[in-house]
């Protein structure tokens, strides 16, 4: 069991530009969740997947956000025309849908925008 | 809305026991603990299932009162290690996201 791996761990990028985030989740695991986090808070929902179907999008998800996981496999996280606000670690978490429910979750990505 | 939790902050010796609450204003499904380290992912610690139901690690116990809407997360004999910002995260029903607590920091001392 490899657990949830996430790629990269660390970007920083400059205000206006594209970013793409990857998620490997544990190999069983078909239900897919990002979260994201700013210092001091708790992990914020932004999405979930049940392998490819993404079943639902947080508020926080603006028209720059989107998320894909073509193959049910690993899913990807993209912010187009990244805005300093965007600044925060962005968590990626799975689980299983075969009775147990526990989400683990990954590294993370920190995004640094400047 | 998000959960609440007491206390907010927390310092204890080692060896010392502590109690975290989680509080919500909604009917729950499940509630998970994790805990997180600075710069750090969080870390799965228990789930706990309405209707009583509950896995997590053996050194780890808690509560969930279904009707009070609640969960105590119960830390016995702290060690150092235990350290860090404890969160639960609640759900509604079973598969769906989790809503995190307001957090309570935790520091054991020796």
């Known amino acids: 069991d490899t657990g949830v791996s996430q790629d990269p761990r660390h970007k920083i990028t400059k205000r206006g530009q594209n970013v793409t985030f990857r998620c490997d989740p544990i190999?069983?695991?078909?239900?897919l969740y990002w979260y994201r986090q700013t210092l001091g808070q708790g992990p914020e929902f932004l999405t979930y997947f049940q392998n490819e179907a993404q079943l639902e999008k947080s508020r926080l998800l603006s028209d720059r956000f989107s998320a894909e996981r073509p193959k049910g496999s690993f899913s990807t996280l993209e912010i187009q025309r990244t805005e300093q606000g965007d600044s925060a670690m962005y968590l990626c978490?799975?689980?299983?849908?075969?009775?147990?429910?526990?989400?683990?979750f990954g590294p993370g990505t920190r995004l640094t925008v400047t | 809305q998000q959960p609440v939790q007491s206390p907010q902050a927390v310092i204890l010796r080692e060896g010392e026991d502590a109690v975290i609450n989680c509080s919500s204003s909604k009917a729950l499904y499940s509630v998970h603990w994790y805990r997180q380290k600075h710069g750090e992912a969080p870390v799965f610690l228990m789930i706990l299932l309405k209707g009583g139901e509950q896995k997590g690690h053996e050194k780890i116990s808690a509560s969930f009162n279904e009707k009070k809407q609640q969960s105590s997360l119960y830390l016995t004999a702290s060690q150092l290690s235990y350290s860090g910002t404890y969160f639960c995260g609640t759900a509604d029903t079973g598969f769906q996201k989790l809503v995190f607590g307001t957090g309570t920091r935790l520091l054991v001392s020796p």
């Open positions: 190999s069983e695991h078909n239900r």
């Open positions: 978490a799975s689980s299983s849908t075969g009775g147990s429910y526990e989400q683990y």
